[in-house]
Structures are given as C-alpha cells and as structure tokens.
T-cell receptor, first 116, second 114 residues
Framework: DSGVTQTPKHLITATGQRVTLRCSPR?????VYWYQQSLDQGLQFLIQ???????AKGNILERFSAQQFPDLHSELNLSSLELGDSALYFC???????????????FGPGTRLTVL | DQQVKQNSPSLSVQEGRISILNCDYT??????FLWYKKYPAEGPTFLIS?????DKNEDGRFTVFLNKSAKHLSLHIVPSQPGDSAVYFC?????????????FGKGTKLSVIP
C-alpha cells in the first residue's frame, strides 16, 4: 500500500459525459502528479500540482482539467469524453518538488475509465 | 515522439538466471533515471534509480547500469525469482525543468519461469 488513494476504482460512462477522478496523496506529500496509461501510448504525464498550485503540464487535453485543494487532495476532471479517453488514470504524490532522495513518486492504484 | 524507449515488450527468463531489461532515451537533458515495477491492478512502485553522474547503482538483486554516451540504461536482476514477474517501466527526469514529472517507456513484461 503506497498510501495514495484514488476513487473510484472503476468508472464506466458514455461519450460526451463528464467525470471527476479523485486522489488523496500520502500524508505530508505536497506534490500530486496525474498520469494516463493507455494501450497505445503507455504511461504519460498529464499535470502536476504543488501545494495547491499548478506546477507543470504535460500531454493534457484542453477538455481535461485538474485542481489541488487546501487539504492537498486533487481532482482530475475529464469532459466531453471520447472513446479514446478510455484508460487507466494514475495519481502519484511526492514530498515536494524534489520528492525523496530518489525523487520518488508514490503511485495510487489507479482509476480505470471506460467510455462507451 | 517517444523520448524513452523500451524495445522489448516482453521477456521470459528461467528462475535463478539473470534478467536484463533495456531502455534507450533520446533527450540528452534527462539527468535522472528510474525503474518502476508494476503488478496487475496496482500502481507502479519505485524499484531503483541512478543519477546521470554515475554509471552503476546496486540494490540487492537489482543493478542499474547507465551508458550516457549511448543514451542507454539497463536493469539487471540476479537471481531472478518468480515474484519478479511484472511489468517494468523505465522512466527519466529532467530535473532542471522545475518539475519532476516522469517520462516513461512503454514497459517490458517480465515472466520468470519456475
């Protein structure tokens, strides 16, 4: 158990809909990262928040947005869903920008999104 | 454009033998490299890392080698055990970018045969 929790574990929805994925980081971790794992693209970085502020953006679509709340949990919002958005979405947390001595990010178990 | 490449989608090794997983990268700005291990229905877990100022790092049965001139790293597992069967992801960080986002390869599925 990494200490990072993600809800829900599974989500099935239809095209055009909007969903929210939730992540609670490890206690004391200030950085939250979101990654998408799809069959053809592998694990790709989407966005990072540090202590409530957006820190870096990766391959995140404009239809997707995220935020980190004062209690440090984070939500990833996916809207106007398309079939191609079906993927595993992972959240990871680390102590700070540099993480531990190994820049370690601790990953949650993921949310599997299926868009029908 | 895949900046971190793991060209072998799968690898089968006999228990007790050495497993060698390979990874190539194209971005010379990467200065930290990590290996993550992933079991089904779980998130990736950190295994071992290496800074670009080193060429080798050992942790028990796991050793990572880095060849900067070839932009190549490898993970050696000796001896391999059935519990090592998992998907292994190579990842890289460009620490000067102000974020420690990981750039992952697509993974290699290791099967250790008893």
């Amino acid at each position: 158990d990494s200490g990072v929790t993600q809800t829900p574990k599974h989500l099935i929805t239809a095209t055009g809909q909007r969903v929210t994925l939730r992540c609670s980081p490890r206690s004391g971790d200030l950085s939250v990262y979101w990654y998408q794992q799809s069959l053809d693209q592998g694990l790709q970085f989407l966005i990072q928040y540090y202590n409530g502020e957006e820190r870096a953006k990766g391959n995140i679509l404009e239809r997707f947005s995220a935020q980190q709340f004062p209690d440090l949990h984070s939500e990833l919002n996916l809207s106007s869903l398309e079939l191609g958005d079906s993927a595993l979405y992972f959240c990871a947390s680390s102590v700070g920008l540099a993480g531990s001595s190994y820049n370690e990010q601790f990953f949650g178990p993921g949310t599997r999104l299926t868009v029908l | 454009d895949q900046q971190v490449k793991q060209n072998s989608p799968s690898l089968s090794v006999q228990e007790g033998r050495i497993s060698i997983l390979n990874c190539d990268y194209t971005n010379s700005m990467f200065d930290y490299f990590l290996w993550y291990k992933k079991y089904p229905a779980e998130g990736p877990t950190f295994l071992i890392s290496i800074s670009s100022i080193k060429d080798k790092n050992e942790d028990g049965r796991f050793t990572v080698f880095l060849n900067k001139s070839a932009k190549h790293l490898s993970l050696h597992i000796v001896p391999s055990q059935p519990g090592d069967s998992a998907v292994y992801f190579c990842a890289a960080i460009r620490s000067g970018a102000g974020s420690y986002q990981l750039t992952f390869g697509k993974g290699t599925k290791l099967s250790v045969i008893p």
